[in-house]
Every structure is written in structure tokens, then in C-alpha cells.
């Protein structure tokens, strides 16, 4: 792995063509030998849930900034000088819901009716790592939109009605944050390793849906996952005082190749409905790219003055 520092001013580990899992970061030299990767190394963290998330949406926070270059341009572009657009996966509580069913059936398949009535919802517990809030670390401003119409929009205007291809482009580590990279770009580009059906990778891409499997989902254990295999249940015990601990977390982003002055192009009313309003998060990444919810609602109404609908609040999946 190699050191860079990022366009945030944040000292950061990678490597390219590759998405290396948490022991295979444990073995690098370059992770050993760092004060940045000691999250990692910790140890005695309690028993937490390795689910499969299958992610249909992905989301583009931005602050005021942003919003008005989006509205002005009709769309998305590229900021820096990698060329890169950046999305995230986008985990909706009919995520969680599902990615909990498959992994009681995988844990117990033998459940009987009524162990399955019985059994209590618990992965919401730990989903608690920034992956999965809907606070922002970037600004106010969340545009959430179906991967495959991501995708679609990306094929039909920059790779001539081809199909794009996604990439294993990098594995970055922080301090406390593990993110795993893919690539889109044009077919006639492609430079890493295409995405495979690998049951042990990190993520996937099948079915107009990406597949996280994450390996550290909630930065600061509150909980423990208890198995109870004479009954086939999982449950969960809360953490008091020195049991919490805090641990790196993962997530997968999803970065689109641009060309310089290339905008991504939506039709504005669907810019307009995809749009949330994001509560700052405890640690973002500047202190003045949040707008209380009212000033952002009078900001988007004067932007789509006709649109009937309401800017809506992101909904937290603790709800």
C-alpha cells in the first residue's frame, strides 16, 4: 500500500486493483507499520452480525455549493482533479430487513414457524457506522437515485448505448475507515480487474443491485450479537462503559469516470424528487457546509419553484 494525502487534507493508505478484506490489510507492511491504521489492530470487539446487503439506490451528498451546480447544470459533474464522480450505496430499511431474513436462514435453516415469529429484529442495532446514517459528513443536500438508473444515464451518454464497466478500482484506509472503491468508466477504459460473482468479495454488482457484504458495520459497538443455537434465535446485550468499543468501519463508494466539463444529466423534476434534506453529522468534514432545514426548504423552493412536493427529511433506519 501506498501514502497520499487526499483533496480534504487527509493522510490516507491505498492500493489499486484490489479490495483487500480486513486480514489481508492486517497483513500489509505498510498497514503494520502506520499510526493511521490503529483501529484496525484492536482488539476483544464484541460479537457483531456479517450480513449481505443487496443496495438498489446509491446517494450523492453536496452542500449549498453543490446544490446550486447540480440545479445550473442539470446534473452531476466532476470535482478535483481525478475526474471522478462520487457516489455511495445508498442502504434503505428494506435493506436491513432483508439482509437480516437471509442471515437467520443461512444461521439457523432449520427455523421452525414459530422460532421464526418469535425471533426479534435485531441487525438495525448495528448499523450504526456513517455508512448507514442519514446525517452527512459533505452538507445538507442528499440526491438518491436507483444504481441502474445511475448506470443507464452513465451508458446512454458517454459509452455510445455500451453497456459501462465496473471496476475493482481501490481500497483506501483511514484512520478509523475502511472504503472500498468501484469504478465506472467506458468500456474502451477499462484498466482493473472487472467486478466478479466472487461469494468472498466485498462487493458485487448483479441483478441492478450492488452486494456489501460488510465486515465492519458499526464503528462504535453499543451492542453484542448473542447466538442462541438451542433455539435458534440471535439476540442482542447492550454495552455499558468499557464494554463499548469503537473499531474501524467499511463502505463501499462508487466512482464514475468524467471527463473534463462532462455533466451527468438528469431530467430536473427527477432531480427535484430525489432531493433530501441531511442533518449535519458530529463529525463532518467542514463546519460551515449545513443549513438549518428550514433555510435549506426555502433554498430548494426557490430553486424548482414549481414542484409540488415538499423537500422531506432522510429517514434514519433506527426508525
Known amino acids: ?22 486480514d489481508d490489510l492486517r497483513r500489509e507492511e505498510a498497514v503494520q507499520m502506520s499510526h493511521i491504521a490503529r483501529y484496525l489492530f484492536k482488539a476483544n470487539i464484541p460479537a457483531y452480525p456479517r450480513p449481505e446487503f443487496h443496495v438498489s439506490h446509491l446517494k450523492h451528498d453536496t452542500d449549498l455549493e453543490g446544490l446550486l451546480g447540480i440545479k445550473r447544470d442539470g446534473g452531476f459533474r466532476s470535482l478535483g482533479p481525478e475526474s471522478l464522480l462520487w457516489w455511495s450505496l445508498a442502504v434503505k430499511p428494506e435493506d436491513v430487513t ?13 427455523r421452525t414457524e414459530e422460532q421464526v415469529q418469535t425471533q426479534q429484529s435485531f441487525l438495525g442495532k448495528f ?11 459533505l452538507g445538507s443536500y442528499r440526491f438518491t437515485f436507483p444504481v441502474e438508473e445511475v448506470l443507464e444515464a452513465y451508458r446512454e451518454q458517454f459509452c455510445g448505448g455500451e453497456p459501462p464497466v465496473l471496476q475493482v478500482f481501490e481500497t483506501v484506509l483511514y484512520k478509523q ?15 482493473y480487474s472487472s467486478l466478479s460473482n466472487d461469494p468472498n468479495a466485498v462487493c458485487v454488482y448483479r441483478d441492478g443491485r450492488f452486494i456489501w457484504r460488510p465486515e465492519a458495520m458499526c ?9 442462541r443455537p438451542d433455539v435458534n434465535q440471535t439476540g442482542v446485550r447492550l454495552l455499558f ?8 468501519w467499511d463502505n463501499v463508494a462508487i ?15 427527477k432531480l427535484k424528487k430525489n432531493l433530501t434534506f441531511c442533518a449535519q453529522e458530529n463529525r463532518p468534514y467542514t463546519q460551515n457546509s449545513f443549513q438549518s432545514f428550514d433555510e435549506a426548504e426555502k ?21
Open 1 to 22: 500500500m501506498e501514502r497520499r494525502e487526499n483533496r480534504r487534507g487527509f493522510t490516507e493508505l491505498y492500493v489499486q486493483g484490489r479490495h483487500l478484506k480486513l
Open 98 to 110: 432483508s439482509a437480516e431474513t437471509r442471515l437467520l436462514e443461512e444461521t439457523y435453516p432449520d
Open 127 to 137: 448499523t450504526t457506522s456513517p455508512a448507514f446514517l442519514e446525517t452527512s459528513r
Open 177 to 191: 475507515e475502511v472504503m472500498y472503491v468501484v469504478l465506472v468508466d467506458r468500456p474502451a477504459n477499462q484498466q
Open 219 to 227: 464503528e462504535t459497538h453499543s451492542y453484542e450479537m448473542i447466538q
Open 241 to 248: 462503559g468499557s464494554d463499548i468499543k469503537f473499531y474501524v
Open 255 to 269: 466512482a464514475l469516470r468524467m471527463e473534463e466539463g462532462e455533466v451527468l444529466k438528469f431530467d430536473p423534476e
Open 299 to 319: 433554498i430548494v423552493k426557490r430553486l424548482w419553484p414549481d414542484y409540488p412536493g415538499p423537500l422531506e427529511k432522510e429517514i434514519s433506519l433506527q426508525d
